[in-house]
């Protein structure tokens, strides 16, 4: 019984880990697309797929094995997320193309 | 340790998922770039759904891939100054920027293996679903957002209103499409209505499985976008007077809320005992219709057409 207990969260922790390290690996593509790119709608994508990451590690760090709940608490947070970075993209897309029409004046 | 199918399975996702990424980001054609984020968003939301949250698999391919897709669909039709220079940076910036990459994943990576491998104890998690019947409702996710953490989300309703805020005063709405064809138009008017019996399910069911006011509010924020790619203008929406009460309904839902619970000597946003169910209900339909007016403001761009003549009205007298 405790043998079996253990195999599962061995299987547990292997997906975590393959999720939480392509989150982190996202994070930081992202993040350098953000910083290196010229164009600004290239940099809201990036910094959109960055923020991707971050949920992506956060809910694999909730995911409890395929018989289990998974803790509700990062997935409040990460669903809180979605709502502010769209949001947040809705508003940077409004200021670039008030930037845009400020420079054609 | 063994390795199952499920395994190869989750790689297979997370291959994907970091190759779509990877193309997204690294393209010089914007639209190309569009287009991979939103298949990236859907992807995305599988893997939700494989992590089992289906809360967040609801949101991501409704808000994610959709509304996010559909914003920046309509942002490439605007031009751009610095589009002119697409090109990638020069050798030594971009192998520094590489080299900061590679060492932001390696301690991201090192810190999550940590986290994951070496906790062991107590977890909020126990504490959720410890007093998850005392919540009123049995989705744990919708009792954490809308009870336990309660403030969190009613900071991001105001994270949301100042957003919108600062997109109406920007400037005033995009022109509306021309007419579409007969077929876009039967379309849209059988879409739209099934959208918003989906997004009152939705908001119903989120008590008690996945679902609630976010996912909801993003059908309805979807309904707006469709009849406006229908050729519909703004005039369709409430009033202007009724769209600003709309915006800050959801807030002064909660604040209100918040407030009676003072009121009655409790903690400010404790709901009264027996009474949680019905006080979360509340406050989801207005924060659904506060979310679903705010997105679809984004959508429409700006201040619409209504509000316009209306304070110009209010100046000349």
């Known amino acids: 019984m405790g043998e079996q207990k253990q195999q599962g969260a061995q299987f547990m922790i292997l997906t975590q880990l393959i999720f939480g390290i392509t989150g982190g690996l996202l994070f930081a593509m992202g993040l350098r697309s953000a910083l290196v790119r010229e164009s600004l709608l290239a940099r809201i994508i990036a910094v959109n797929i960055s923020g991707a990451g971050v949920f992506l590690a956060f809910v694999a760090i909730a995911y409890r094995g395929l018989e289990e709940t998974p803790d509700p608490v990062p997935h409040a947070l990460v669903l809180t997320g979605i709502v502010v970075a769209v949001s947040a993209t809705a508003l940077a897309l409004a200021l670039r193309r008030r930037l845009d029409e400020a420079d054609d004046e | ?317």
């Open chain 2, 1 to 317: 340790m063994e390795i199952t199918l499920w395994h190869l399975l989750d790689s297979l996702l997370a291959i994907l998922l970091l190759g779509l990424g990877w193309a997204a980001l690294s393209g010089t054609d914007l639209k190309r770039g569009v287009v991979l984020f939103m298949a990236f968003g859907l992807l995305l939301s599988l893997i939700w759904a494989r992590l089992r949250a289906p809360d967040l698999a609801l949101a991501e391919a409704a808000i994610g891939a959709g509304l996010s897709g559909a914003l920046l669909l309509l942002a490439l039709r605007d031009k751009e100054k610095s589009e002119n220079n697409l090109g990638q940076p020069g050798f030594l910036p971009g192998l520094a920027s590489l080299l900061l990459m590679l060492l932001l994943a390696a301690s991201f990576a090192l810190a999550y293996v940590s986290a994951v491998t070496g906790h062991e104890g107590g977890r909020l998690a126990g504490l959720a679903f410890g007093n998850l019947e005392q919540s009123g409702v049995s989705n744990p996710v919708t009792a954490v957002l809308l009870n336990f953490r309660a403030y969190d989300t009613l900071l991001e309703l105001a994270v949301l209103l100042a957003a919108t805020l600062g997109i109406l005063a920007l400037g005033s709405e995009r022109r509306p499409f021309r007419r579409p064809g007969v077929l876009l138009e039967g379309l849209v008017a059988w879409i739209s209505p099934l959208l918003v019996i989906v997004a009152g399910y939705l908001l119903w069911a989120g008590a008690h499985a996945p679902g609630g006011a976010f996912q909801a509010g993003a059908l309805l924020a979807a309904a707006i976008v469709m009849l406006r790619l229908g050729g519909m203008r703004s005039d369709h929406l409430p009033g202007p007077l009724v769209q600003r009460w709309l915006l800050v309904g959801g807030i002064t839902a909660f604040m209100l809320t918040g407030y009676l619970a003072s009121f009655l000597g409790l903690v400010f946003l404790q709901y009264p005992d027996g009474r949680a169910g019905l006080l979360i209900l509340l406050i989801e339909s207005a924060a659904m219709l506060s979310i679903a007016l705010s997105l679809g403001l984004a959508y429409i761009g700006g201040r619409p057409s209504g509000w316009e003549n209306r304070s110009s009205r209010g100046r000349s007298s």
